[in-house]
């Protein structure tokens, strides 16, 4: 079981490190590949830590895949933020970009939580307590764990 996980972190990391804009770019074909296999990793793991019944089972998965579709939205919101900052960062960070951002990312931390909190409710609805717990726990440690990689490679706003 931390074998697989410690995978799906390795795979995460990988893809964090090609994602940011301050990192290389790598071609739209080998992300796509990546971003593909990090999805299946992460399913794979869930599904182990999951332990569902088969009924559980055909209740949660398509739960989870409209959360990975609309976490998706929220990562490319993320990514879009990053692309901005990168922007504004080149061109010598003024208040008035540092403000636009800083809104921006605060409204996108709300929009997560309020997504995160609709699922939960969904999730109650068809899994017992312990295993919405289980697996949001899940969800968040995989997400800190690329946070923290892509966080580690953006630079912080310069002082002026």
Known sequence: MKKMIKMVMAVAVILCMMVPAFAQSASSD??????DKV????KLV???????TESESKAFWPVYDAY???????????????????????????NKAAKKITKEFIA????????TKSYAAKLNKILPATKVARYLQIENKIRSVIRYEVA?????VPDK
């Open 30 to 35: 080998n992300m796509q590949i990546l971003r």
């Open 39 to 42: 999805k299946a990793d992460k």
């Open 46 to 52: 869930v599904a182990v830590n999951m332990q569902l």
């Open 68 to 94: 990975q579709k609309d976490l998706a939205k929220i990562n490319q919101r993320a990514l879009a933020l990053i692309n901005a900052y990168a922007e504004a960062w080149k061109s010598e960070m003024d």
């Open 108 to 115: 996108l931390q709300d929009d997560e939580v309020k997504m």
């Open 152 to 156: 580690s490679q953006i630079p912080l």
